[in-house]
Antibody, heavy 124, light 107 residues
Framework: QVQLQESGPGLVKPSGTLSLTCAVSGGSISRTKWLSWVRQSPGKGLEWIGEIYHSGSTNYNPSLRRRVTVSVDQSKNQFSLELTSMTAADTAVYYC?????????????????WGRGTLVTVSS | DIQMTQSPSSLSASEGDRVTITCRASQTVSDYLNWYQQKPGKAPTLLIYATSSLQGGVPSRFSGSGSETDFTLTISSLKPDDIATYYCQQSFTAPWTFGQGTKVEIK
């Protein structure tokens, strides 16, 4: 059974950079379509941050594009999030998630597996 | 971006009641609309995808309907285990967006 586990610092200083990793266990990351990061804060609900295909192609939320990088390391079976210039507004629970495509074209898809989430607080 | 608006933001109903949650998109999403359930302290889990397809293992009291911009999630007979927050999410065009959530409580 495939499982996801986020790891990273729980506290980031204002203007600092957040680096999170999502470890995939129980299955190969190369068999997964898109790998996403989603965050949840009390003020903004669920917000999709960005995604990466196992080959390396990426899509980002335009609202965060200037500050976000998602990368994948197939050798370690994990993918990562980097978010720069952190402010209090970036305080949230960060989830990694995988996409399941019901067809080869991935026209119909959904987030099927999620990590437990990790709380990141921005504070000095 | 496509804005997703859910109503109501919260509701309180009795066990056995029929519960309806609506989700409205700011522009058409065809039928590319998913519903998730989130319990406190947990990650969301998929209930329904593509408007009306029930995810495996999800009780049949959950159903979805709609098209284009207006969608509905219905719980035919509310159970205590259904206490959660429900989110719609459009998978039509990036950036993928979620509704703000509907918190369901039992009276």
């Amino acid at each position: 059974q495939v499982q996801l586990q986020e790891s990273g610092p729980g506290l980031v200083k204002p203007s600092g950079t957040l680096s999170l990793t999502c470890a995939v266990s129980g299955g190969s990351i190369s068999r997964t379509k898109w790998l996403s990061w989603v965050r949840q804060s009390p003020g903004k609900g669920l917000e999709w941050i960005g995604e990466i295909y196992h080959s390396g192609s990426t899509n980002y939320n335009p609202s965060l594009r200037r500050r976000v990088t998602v990368s994948v390391d197939q050798s370690k079976n994990q993918f990562s999030l980097e978010l720069t210039s952190m402010t209090a507004a970036d305080t949230a629970v960060y989830y990694c998630a995988t996409t399941y495509c019901t067809t080869p074209s991935c026209e119909i898809w959904y987030f099927d597996l999620w990590g437990r989430g990790t709380l990141v607080t921005v504070s000095s | 971006d496509i804005q997703m608006t859910q109503s109501p933001s919260s509701l309180s109903a009795s066990e056995g009641d029929r519960v309806t949650i609506t989700c409205r998109a700011s522009q058409t999403v065809s039928d590319y609309l998913n519903w998730y359930q989130q319990k406190p302290g947990k990650a969301p889990t998929l209930l329904i995808y593509a408007t009306s397809s029930l995810q495996g293992g999800v009780p049949s009291r959950f159903s979805g309907s709609g098209s284009e911009t207006d969608f509905t999630l219905t719980i035919s007979s509310l159970k205590p285990d259904d206490i959660a927050t429900y989110y719609c999410q459009q998978s039509f065009t990036a950036p993928w967006t979620f509704g703000q959530g509907t918190k369901v409580e039992i009276k």
